[in-house]
């Protein structure tokens, strides 16, 4: 399930199942975005990038999902696992300008 | 992996120090950027450069300050660390503004 906790939404699944990890990004300029992961006490990590004129891009065992429509982003982990246990960010991006990034969720598995 | 390195990776001073953050990129990358993040909570953009020479303010205020004499070392200074500066440094770099950023392991700061 998904809850806020006292800093981050964490969303708890069982391990085998699929993930899915939400971001409403603010700025309809944006044309770029990327999510990372981010492992207890390390640095973000590039998992996966999309730009405006896709809706969809696939990696290995991770999709992204983008909707301009209604400015949202989600990134969809299949057969997690327990190393897929971290925070993760979406950024996006204007041409020209800083990323920015979102607020971050926690991906618990649970055996 | 990222060719992108921080020193030290943890660090305990009094209040009062002056400490310097290393952040070393060997990719030859022109953007280099600094953000600060606290445990579970978001990045926040801190500094940042477009290259030898050019420093800028991030949407964070900080009493920090940054340089780049060199394409692949971005420093950052406290020069009287407080207890409100304890927080995790990440430097982050990029070849361009709207290319990917690969980001260091981090310093985590604790002033006591």
């Known amino acids: 399930g998904e809850s806020v906790g006292l800093h981050l939404p964490t969303l708890s699944v069982q391990e085998g199942d699929n993930s899915i990890i939400n971001c409403a990004y603010s700025?309809?300029?944006?044309?770029?975005f990327i999510w990372y992961k981010q492992e207890s006490g390390k640095g973000p990590q590039f998992i996966i990038d999309i730009r405006s004129n896709m809706d969809k891009r696939q990696g290995q065992r991770v999709t992204v999902l983008l909707n301009k429509t209604v400015k949202h982003l989600s990134l969809q982990i299949a057969a997690t696992q327990p190393g897929d246990s971290a925070v993760y960010f979406c950024?996006?991006?204007?041409?020209?300008?800083?990323?920015?990034f979102g607020p971050g969720t926690r991906l618990s598995v649970l055996p | 992996e990222a060719d992108i390195y921080q020193t030290p990776r943890y660090l305990v001073i009094g209040t009062g120090k002056k400490i310097t953050l290393e952040c070393s990129q060997t990719m030859g990358h022109d953007k280099m950027y600094w953000y600060q993040q606290d445990p579970g909570m978001e990045l926040h953009l801190i500094h940042y450069s477009y290259g030898v020479n050019s420093t800028e303010k991030g949407d964070l205020s900080s009493e920090s300050t940054v340089s780049r004499i060199r394409t692949e070392h971005f420093p950052l200074t406290l020069e009287s660390a407080r207890p409100s500066h304890t927080s995790q440094y990440l430097c982050a770099s990029s070849r361009a503004t709207n290319e990917k950023l690969f980001f260091g392991s981090g310093t985590q700061l604790s002033v006591l």
């Open positions: 950024a996006e991006n204007v041409y020209g300008q800083n990323f920015v």
């Open positions: 700025n309809s300029a944006s044309d770029y």
